[in-house]
């Protein structure tokens, strides 16, 4: 198994672009979710989905899409890139006794 | 309000010692999860727990559900042990509250 992937892992925007992180997992896990990690702050959840065709928001969910067509992607668009959405964003699985976290997407917007 | 709360932020230890972190939160819950950040980034799960005590090799994880509080013990811990500890706890959605971490140094 492949775990949790996610692409790209380094990106530069400027503002007002658009750009969407990919996610996927192989696990067959319906609950997904995507978080952003700023220093200082911990993990915020952005938003999550417990099944295809099923998204929900999370405790931060302005300026993200989210949308889950299939089991196993749950891409997250960015629809204008702002300065205050550069962070650290993470992509998770989950089944009844953990959780899988992808390997991070570094985003700077300028 | 943070409605989960660990200590210490920052612990630097000598090869070999005990390690504690702790993890207090104020919702009501089925299970705690423990997470390792690497310096690296990558997240793992540690430990997902309800009740009692579990041991995965040389790490050890506690929780009193009454008490609200649960630990994550190291023993003989080693630089390979460096990385920030995350306690993460679930609402009664699908959420989670993420303490900020635990920064943990083991020095040789």
């Known amino acids: 198994n492949a775990g949790v992937t996610q692409t790209p892992k380094f990106q530069v925007l400027k503002t007002g672009q658009s750009m969407t992180l990919q996610c996927a997992q192989d696990?067959?896990?319906?609950?997904m979710s995507w978080y952003r990690q700023d220093p200082g702050m911990g993990l915020r959840l952005i938003h999550y989905?417990?099944?295809?065709?099923?998204?929900d928001q999370g405790e931060v969910p302005n300026g993200y899409n989210v949308s889950r067509s299939t089991t196993e992607d749950f891409p997250l668009r960015l629809l204008s890139a702002a300065p205050s959405q550069t962070s650290v964003y993470f992509c998770?699985?989950?089944?009844?006794?953990?959780?899988?976290f992808g390997p991070g997407t570094r985003l700077t917007v300028t | 309000k943070n409605e989960v709360e660990q200590s210490p932020q920052n612990l630097t230890a000598q090869e070999g010692e005990f390690i504690t972190i702790n993890c207090s939160y104020s919702?009501?819950?089925?299970?705690l999860h423990w997470l390792q950040q690497h310096p690296g980034g990558g997240i793992v799960s540690l430990f997902m727990?309800?009740?009692g005590k579990k041991k995965h090799g040389r790490l050890i994880a506690t929780i009193n559900i009454q008490e609200k509080h649960s630990s994550l013990h190291i023993t003989a811990s080693h630089p390979r042990d460096s990385a920030v500890y995350i306690c993460?706890?679930?609402?009664?959605?699908?959420?989670?509250?993420f303490g900020t971490g635990t920064s943990l140094t083991v020095i040789p």
């Open positions: 989905s417990v099944g295809a065709g099923i998204t």
């Open positions: 696990m067959n896990h319906e609950y």
């Open positions: 993460a706890v679930p609402n009664t959605g699908n959420q989670f509250y």
């Open positions: 998770a699985s989950r089944d009844g006794t953990h959780s899988y």
């Open positions: 727990l309800s009740s």
């Open positions: 919702v009501g819950i089925s299970a």
